[in-house]
Each structure stands twice: as C-alpha cells, then as structure tokens.
C-alpha cells in the first residue's frame, strides 16, 4: 500500500476534481463540533458520474486504504441512489473524516459493478442493496439474499416507495389482529379499546394522554 | 438430506443455528467439516429481521428514538445516540454541552456492562463457569447505576433529540463515585483471573486468527480489529459527544502479552483494558462536568414541528462496544425520514467470522464466534446433517459440552 500523508478534507477533494474534473457532481464537506471544547469532525460528500464509483473508490484506497462502512440507498423516484460510506485515516487523532461517494441509477437500469474485488467486506452490503431495492451488482461473487427469507415474493423491494415497495396488503398492524388467543391470560386484564379513537385528528385537541 | 440413499463423504456439512437469542440477527451457519476440522464456513443472517427501518420510514424522528432503543438489547445507548446525533446534523441542533457529557458517562457505563457481560459469556463457553458467575455478578453494578441514571436496565430511553431526557443530580453523584471505586479495585483482580489462567490461555491463544490485513479487507471494527492491530476507534479518531475534551487511545493488545496476534486471547485482552479506560472516561466526564441545560428544546411540538421542516443528510456515528455503530439519515422536509439506514457493529464484523473459523475444530466453534461479541451466547441449537443422512440436531448444551470436554481434555494432558 503506497500511502500518501494525512490530508485536509479540502485536499481530498481537490484531489478528486483533478483527477475527476467534470465527473465529479457535487462536492461538500460538513463539519460538527460537540462538547465544550467543540472539536470538529468532517464528513466529505461526493456526487460523482455512474461510471466513475470503481474508480473513485479506487482512488480512495490510493490515498490511505478506508474503512467501508455500508451502502445507503435513497428513492428518489425517477432514479435511486446509492451512498457508499466509507472512512479514511482512522487512527490518526481527530483526523478520521467519513467520505461518501454517490451514484444516481435510473430505474430503467439498475446495475452497478461490485466493489468486492477492492474490498471484499462490502459483500453483505451488496448483498442487502440487491434485495431491498431490486439492484443487479455485476459479478458480485455471492448474490443469495441475506436478510429477507426465501418465502418472501419475488419481485417486492422493501425500500422502495414505488408500487415494487411493501404493499399495504402485507402489512399487518398489531393493533388490529390483538393478543393471540391460545395464550395464558395476562395477570392484569386488557384494556378495552376506546370506540372514539378513530375519530381523533391531528388538529384537534383531546385531553388525557398529556397529562405531564 | 437425499433420505439416506447417498454416501456420506467428506466433507460433512455441519448446520448451526439459526437461533441466538441476542444478536440482532440470528446467524445460521453452515460448515463444511473435515473429520473435527472446519474446512469452509457460510451464515445466513436475517432470521429476525424485523424491518425497523421500513417502519421507522414510516414515524417521526421522535418516535424513531425510541424505536432505535429497541433494535438491540445490550446496545441500549449506542443506536439512539447515533440517530440523534444524524438528526441533530441535519437541523442544525446544538446539543448543551452538559448532554453531550451524559450522553458520555451512559455510553461509558454501557460499555462496561456489555464487555462484563461477554467475559461472563466467553468464560461461560469455555466451561468456568465460576468465573462467568463472577463477571456477571460484577456485571450487575453497573447495570443498577444505569438504573440509577436512567430509570431502566435496559432500553434507557435517555437519548433525546437535542439532548438527554435525565439529568445527573449531585444526590447520584456519590453513587456513582462508589461504583467506579468498585470497578477499579476488582479489575486487577478480573485481569489476574482472566490473564493468568492457563487454561483460557490454551483455548483461547492462536484460536480464531484474524491478521491485521483480514482486518482491514473484511471491514471489522472495535475490540475485534483492535486485537488485530488496526488502531481504529471512532472516540479517538472522529470526535462526538464529550470524546472531542477527551484524551481516548485505542486499545490494543499490549506486547507484554506477546503483541497483537488478532486471536480471541487478544480479544479478551482488549476488552478487559477497555473497562478500565471506560473507568477513567467516566470519572473524567464527571469531574469536567458542565453546568446548564440538558435539552435543546424541552416542548415536543416544538421540536416536531423544526424537524418537519428540515432537509438535507447525514451520518450519526459512535463507538459501541462492539464497534463502530452508524446511522444515515435523509430528510425532506416531511414527518418521516425519506432514509434511514442503519449499519450496527455485528454488521461488520460478521464477515470475520469466515478466516477466523477456517481450520479450527467444532470444539472451538462456540468461542471463536462468540469472540467477535455477537451480543451473547454463539449457538442456540444445532443441527449436524451427515451428507445423505437424516438431520442429527445437536443442541446448545451438546456444543457447549463439547466445548467444556475439550477444556477439561486440556488440562489433563498439562
């Protein structure tokens, strides 16, 4: 690993839009500061073409190899993004920043190459991506689902917010099927359900409840 | 599983699991044995999934916070905290420094308990038992103060957007000081215990070997990569919370002890140094305390009301016991977050598990996988299935009893 000194996070991003230029989509680094003394910790938030992930992360690993923490993904609708998290320089005092480089995929093509061969911890990751949002990672060395079980329909991705999304159908409130009914008796009696309870709306102001 | 007409052959494929009464996910395992030896190892998590992020995608950052309490038993700070500290980014909330310094202390506490509680059940798969009594009994101190502090063993519900929901009154103070003292005089003794038996250093020394390279490609974090050598701890790299007035050193396995090997010993090792700076945090914490507010904003609607108007993104992030915990948080101007993701520490650290298992006997399963501190006992029930033969199941106390036998086989040839 050729391992290039620790760099301020505007380093890092003048680092990526030479190499990157026009590619590079959207670049920002927050900041927070918390306790008394209000230390600052940096996040850096990259955008970058679809075609450029593999080698922005490659790049990352080029500067000091990151940890990877998880993908997130977002419906944006029309498109879903998935969010690579990663962080670099661990171990320096408060020097770790959190980098996250971001793809946008049409729903019309949902694929995105793994990343598995660079880091081959990102395989549960990949994994998940491919069940919740009904992403393809080519050449990912193990697609079986990980989280959801084998009976679970083919073709519903529980992170969408389009109808490919949980449908109403297979929600079941708890509320609305009740205790089981072959069950001991519960040492203190249920409580009968209050009829005016659908009535009540956000506006409208019902006393007890907010007693404190 | 062909109803007996194959041949049974090499390798066996030995199933484990699926369920582990306290991880967030169940863990199915499958190996492929050869004779005692494991060859090749495959999981299946996901028995429990419970779906906590397509519902928290349904409520209100508030109702989230006490949702995140829920998503693991042990980690009763670390998942609240990391939500709340993505929604405080995101709305521009200024936590009281005096928060943040509780927030310090129940996060310090929690680590105490969950490292006692998983010495007691490392102790407790290598059949010493008395010694898993012990570390449990001790476990039990901080778990009243936690009580104390928060009103509750479990699920605090102290983390509060903006804030903490209790505070630390000078009536707690004294015991608190009495429960640290009680640490710092029984940890010498539980190091003594721990480090100097020969018996956990047999089992435990060159089992379940994770190199530092393993480490970094398979993403694991907190104590298990520490044993590794990774120096990577969120308190000491990326500051939060009070850790930013802090002087917080990673803890890694120190050379007296033959330097880190990342085996489970290492593992143990770790943990027992991080109660003692867990310790030292809190005593810091108590002593800088600030005076002032606890809460951003005391009126719920109020607070509803600037987070239903806020968008934008970002990262929560702690160091759980486990290891790094992080949460990314998407708003967009409505109640619920359009995304929420959680990433806990077993996350990471699961794919660990495969070079760690790889060439070590079935005796050795139980303590290997519960050295990454899977949250509590490794294997709940087992089913050995012979190739072509009917489902054998082996149960947790047949594993652990193997477990046990091997011990006591070692001390035997001493």
Known sequence: MNETPHLSPREIIDLYKTEFGAGILDARITERGEGTKKTKSHDIWLRVERALLRPAIKKLIEIRFPHFAVIAGNDLGEEIELLYIFSVFYGTKFGEYMVTIGVKLPKTDLTVPTITDLIPGALLSEREKQEFFGITVTDIPDGRRLFLPDDFPQGVYPWRKDDTGIKPEMVRELWTIGRPKDRPVPPVPEKKPVPEEPVVKGEEKTSGGAAE | ?????????????????????????????????????????????????????????????????????????????????????????IAEIEVPPRADYIRTIMHEFERIQSHLLWAGVAAHELGFDSLFYLAWRVREQSMDLIENITGNRVNYAIVQIGGVRRDISDDQRPLIERGLAYYRGLLDQMKNVFLNDSTIRMRCRDHGLLSYRDAQLLCAIGPTARASGVSMDVRHDYPYCAYGDLDVRPVLPPAEFGGPKGDVYDRIIVRLLEIAQ????????????????ILWEKKLPKLLLTLKKVQGEAIGRVEAPRGECMHYVRMDGNDAPATWKVKASSYSNLMSWIPMLKGEQLADVPIIVASIDPCMSCTDRVSVIRNGGSPDYLTKEELTRLSHEKTRRLIQCR
Not at chain 2, 4 to 32: C, D, N, R, W
Not at chain 2, 278 to 293: F, K, M, T, V, W
């Open chain 2, 1 to 89: 599983m062909n109803g007996g007409t194959e041949k049974k052959s090499i390798p066996y494929t030995v199933p484990i699991g699926p369920v582990h009464p306290a991880l967030k996910e169940p863990v199915m395992f499958t190996f492929q044995m050869e004779g005692e030896v494991v060859r090749s190892v495959d999981f299946a998590p996901g028995n429990t999934h419970r779906g906590i992020e397509w519902m928290g995608m349904r409520r209100n950052p508030v109702q989230i916070v006490h949702l995140t309490d829920r998503i693991c038993g042990i980690c009763g700070i670390v998942h609240s905290l990391s939500f709340a500290r993505a929604v405080e980014q």
């Open chain 2, 278 to 293: 867990s310790i030292d945090i809190i005593r810091q914490c108590l002593d800088n305390l600030p005076a002032g507010e």
